[in-house]
């Protein structure tokens, strides 16, 4: 098991083989009670909160744009139990982020509900990995973004032009691999639909969408490594 990739750093990402390991994850197994009891932390302060299915991995390394890694389907009171614990060796989360460009060069990103875990942060919607993202035991970037972009804000990536090329960063919370995805619609349309979908919803994730339209703009209650994105986005237009 092994995770080689440097902190902090935007690398390209030119080939992605990640795969879906059916043996469970040797963290889970190991920290049963601990994840149980915590749990029941989580679950008392936030109802709302779900023990569902997603993937954490057990092994992740980058060598000259390639990306290979290793995971295990777990429970979210697992992950939740790693955020605690995040330091150990033999685990580790990894989730995609796509980034939707307007028409008119700006970035459409999500505030988080109250009622999440992550509340008021903001960042690009996005979710973990999980089993259903993965076909053939390969995962597959664009099945998670374009689900998760649809069900929290109901805009399409099949409309967009994605760039080719991803990229991640990897930082202590968990390595975010990012690909742009352009739209024709401009920032202003694109907010109102996303705004529109929120308002439909009965339950959003999220409480509405941000337009960040040059890389001075720092929203309140960005992640911590949005600001790097931000200024990779409008240094590399």
């Not at 999440?116 to 390969?138: H, I, R």
């Not at 308002?199 to 890389?215: G, K, L, N, Y």
């Not at 929203?219 to 911590?224: A, I, Q, R, S, T």
């Amino acid at each position: 098991m092994s995770f080689n990739l440097p902190p902090n750093m935007i690398l390209p990402v030119d080939e992605i083989d990640v795969r879906l390991d059916p043996t469970p994850h040797p963290f889970e197994r190991d920290n049963a009670d601990a994840i149980a009891a915590g749990w029941k932390e989580y679950s008392a302060a936030n109802p709302a909160l779900f023990d569902g299915t997603m993937v954490l991995l057990s092994a992740l390394t980058y060598d000259d744009g390639r990306l290979r890694g290793v995971s295990h389907a777990v429970r979210y009171s697992t992950f939740l139990h790693w955020r605690r614990h995040s330091d150990t060796p033999d685990a580790h989360h990894a989730f995609a982020h796509a980034m939707p460009v307007s028409g008119d060069g700006a970035l459409v990103a999500i505030r988080m509900a109250p009622h999440t875990l992550n509340a008021g942060k903001v960042y690009f919607a996005a979710g973990s990995f999980e089993p259903e993202d993965f076909v053939d035991g390969q995962v597959d970037m664009h099945r998670n973004m374009a689900r998760e972009v649809a069900e929290e804000t109901g805009l399409d990536l099949d409309a967009a032009q994605a760039e080719q090329r991803h990229h991640l960063i990897s930082t202590p919370g968990g390595v975010v691999i990012f690909r742009r995805y352009h739209f024709t619609e401009t920032a202003d349309v694109l907010a109102a639909g996303a705004r529109a979908y929120i308002m439909a919803d009965a339950h959003p994730e999220i409480s509405e969408p941000v337009v960040i339209r040059d890389a001075a703009e720092r929203p309140e209650g960005l992640m911590p490594y949005m600001p790097a994105l931000i200024d990779w986005h409008f240094s590399n237009a």
